[in-house]
């Protein structure tokens, strides 16, 4: 008998040291999936809290936009200084926003008139142009047009674009 256990103790030694391996690595797979799925959730809870805030912060601005427009659409003339008011509050409050601008929808047949109203209103030389390259021109005869009446913040590289129909540029008019 101990002729026969001595044969048998490199294989009985070899089985629990198998056995030994096994069961380890199942323990360290079963860990590390508890881990990993710890993470997936710790991940998912982070993602949807990013993805509130996000939600939220686009609620305000669509809601301030559209006090924006209304505050526009409802007064019977706004000025460069109004729109700057509010303008500057919401892009303040707001960093993410770069800039703001008033782009009224003027028919063809009534551009003359229109361009006149800014002159009028103090704006000596203001036409409703297009672009090619650096250069500002006077826009071609169009059905429609949306100059920038007003932009913020106002400062000299935006002082150009007053007058500039966006459905001029391509990217711009999508």
């Known amino acids: 008998m101990?002729?026969?256990?001595?044969?048998?103790?490199?294989?009985?030694?070899?089985?629990?040291?198998?056995?030994?391996?096994?069961?380890?690595?199942?323990?360290?797979?079963?860990?590390?999936?508890?881990?990993l799925n710890d993470q997936r959730k710790v991940f998912a809870a982070h993602a949807d809290a990013v993805r509130e805030q996000v939600l939220a912060r686009i609620k305000t601005s669509d809601e301030l936009i559209i006090s924006l427009g209304t505050l526009v659409n409802s007064a019977t003339h706004v000025d460069a200084d109004e729109f700057r008011v509010f303008s500057e509050e919401l892009l303040r409050r707001h960093p993410y926003l770069v800039a703001t601008s008033y782009l009224p929808r003027i028919p063809d047949n009534?551009?003359?008139?229109?361009?006149?109203?800014?002159?009028?209103a103090g704006f000596p030389g203001f036409v409703i142009t297009d672009r090619s390259g650096d250069d500002y021109r006077r826009a071609p005869a169009r059905a429609q047009y949306f100059p920038m009446l007003f932009i913020e913040p106002f400062e000299p590289v935006s002082v150009s674009m007053i007058g500039f129909d966006v459905l001029a540029d391509t990217h711009l008019a999508q």
Do not use: C, H, I, K
């Open 110 to 120: 009534q551009r003359r008139n229109f361009e006149r109203s800014r002159y009028e």
């Open 2 to 35: 101990t002729e026969l256990l001595r044969r048998l103790r490199p294989s009985l030694v070899m089985l629990v040291g198998l056995f030994s391996a096994l069961l380890t690595a199942a323990a360290v797979l079963s860990t590390w999936r508890d881990a």
